[in-house]
């Protein structure tokens, strides 16, 4: 087995899973919305809110945010400054990905960092038994789900790192 056919199927994988991650944070925003719609209708109309409605969208809100980061890793959606990034490509284009590739490590740096401390989160809320107020829904699920939707964020981005250096090697 090459190097070539390992990465590609760690490449696939990652993209699989961010993918998911996607559709997973995409379905945590539909049921906020349904959430959030139930609450309101139910203050306005009856006199009586949803139970908990808000506990329960904090908590997804989790989920629609860091689900959602490993999925526009992947796919490169992120917010850009194009008309700066495109100037620099024209103008410096060698200037451009030094800027582009310290910018790609320092993420990886950050992304390192806020997993760790995720995951770190996501024990002790488990070991203390953090739960809502109103609910008693526990925390600890949710930091999972942060942890693993910075994880694949981080290697979405690594793996597409690692994608542009091997071509370039085989360019050479």
Known sequence: MTRHMIFNGFNTGVRKAALFFGYLGSTAMCLMAIIVTIDVTGRFLFNKPLRGGIEIVEELMVCVIFLMLAYVTETEKH?????????????????????????????????????????????????????????????YPFRFV???????????LLSKRIHQFLNQQKGR
């Open 79 to 139: 917010i850009k400054v194009d008309i700066f990034i495109s100037l620099m490509e024209q103008k410096v284009p060698r200037i451009s990905r030094i800027i582009s590739f310290v910018f790609d490590m320092l993420m990886l740096f950050v992304l390192t960092i806020l997993t760790w401390q995720g995951f770190n989160g996501a024990l002790k809320a488990m070991g203390s038994g953090e739960v809502t107020d109103s609910l008693q829904i526990p925390h």
């Open 146 to 156: 942060l942890t693993a939707g910075l994880a694949v964020a981080f290697l979405s």
